[in-house]
Structure formats: C-alpha cells, structure tokens
C-alpha cells in the first residue's frame, strides 16, 4: 500500500485557481496509476481526474473538463491537480488516490489520501 498526503487546499474566488499535490511514500510510485476525486457535503465521492503511470494518458469528469489538469512528477512522487476557472460548485474535499490501472471508479484504487479542503466562494 502506498501512503499518500494531500496538500494545497484552501478558500478562494470563483474563477480563480488552485493547484493541489499529493506526495506518495513508501511504494513505487511508478507503479501506480493516480486519480483525484472530490466530495462536498451530503453527496457521494465523485470522479475528477486520473492519469496513467507515466503521465501518458489523463481522463476527466465532464463537469471538470477544459478547467482541470491531472499530471505528475515521478521523480518527485507526487501527482498534481491545477485548478483553474473554479466555481462554486468545486466546493468539495478532494482526495488523491493510487491504483493499479486508470479508472473513473473509487473501488479501483486501493490507496488514499486523508483529503483537502476546497472552497470557492461566489
């Protein structure tokens, strides 16, 4: 299992923007497909983001799409999420995860982060 620690949450504007990391530790990264979801309050978790082991392949919710951009640094073992042209409705705690193939799906990834607080206010 690999241990994974999100960061880079916070309260800002809609339309502006935040880049959220996520630093994995004690696997190897290169193993692992990344994937970001969220989940805001009184709803189900939901698909952002996922990104194949070597960055070559990146999939997106539709609500995100053109907004959001998934990507990773293996060298640094950690995968990002730029947000850009945020809206309220991207209000959510966001978790990355690790699995062992890209998929929209939380059952797939066997790893995840405790989760970090976005805010966007109107």
């Known amino acids: 299992q690999v241990l994974l620690v999100e960061s880079g949450g916070g309260l800002v504007q809609a339309g502006g923007s935040l880049r959220l990391s996520c630093a994995a530790s004690g696997r190897t990264f290169i193993d692992y497909a990344m994937g970001w979801f969220r989940q805001a309050p009184g709803k189900n978790r939901e698909f952002v983001a996922s990104?194949?082991?070597?960055?070559?392949?990146?999939f997106y919710a539709d609500s995100v799409k053109g907004r959001f951009s998934i990507s990773r640094a293996n060298g640094k073992n950690t995968v990002y999420l730029q947000m850009n042209s945020l809206k309220p409705e991207d209000t959510a705690v966001y978790y990355c995860?690790?699995?062992?193939?890209?998929?929209?799906?939380?059952?797939?990834?066997?790893?995840w982060g405790q989760g970090t607080q976005v805010t966007v206010s109107s």
């Open positions: 995860a690790a699995g062992r193939a890209m998929s929209t799906m939380g059952a797939d990834f066997g790893s």
């Open positions: 990104i194949s082991w070597n960055g070559g392949s990146t």
